[in-house]
């Protein structure tokens, strides 16, 4: 059994050569590599963001633990995009290791 590449359900089974999905209807080759496995994560502004871009934090944002946020206009380099609700990670000067949501960074 493969995980459906289109709706994420466990229940795909061979169909010949291709894999279907009872759920959805889907049906894919799981020798080609699909571009639905590719994470699309966009800024605040809209803005598609890739690995190894720079993006500026545009609202304070409070750090459980610390005892200041980080401010407003902080530059992060060299961002790195997850699956999940806090989709960057990244390193902060004076923070150290993070993960930020998209839509509290915009494009550098």
């Given amino acids: 059994m493969k995980d459906c590449p289109n709706c994420k359900s466990p229940y795909g089974y061979p169909l010949g050569e291709l894999f279907a999905c009872p759920e959805c209807g889907h049906e894919w080759n799981p020798d080609e590599a699909t571009e639905s496995n590719a994470i699309v994560v966009k800024d605040a502004n809209g803005n598609l963001l890739e690995d190894g871009d720079n993006v500026v934090i545009v609202k ?3 750090v459980k ?3 200041k946020p980080i401010k407003a206009g902080t530059k992060v ?3 790195r995009l997850t699956d999940g609700d806090h989709n960057i990670d990244c390193k ?3 923070f150290g290791a993070m993960a930020l949501k998209s839509e509290f960074v915009k494009k550098a």
């Fill in 65 to 67: 633990g610390a005892p």
């Fill in 77 to 79: 380099k060299n961002i």
């Fill in 60 to 62: 304070d944002l409070p």
């Fill in 92 to 94: 902060i000067d004076g």
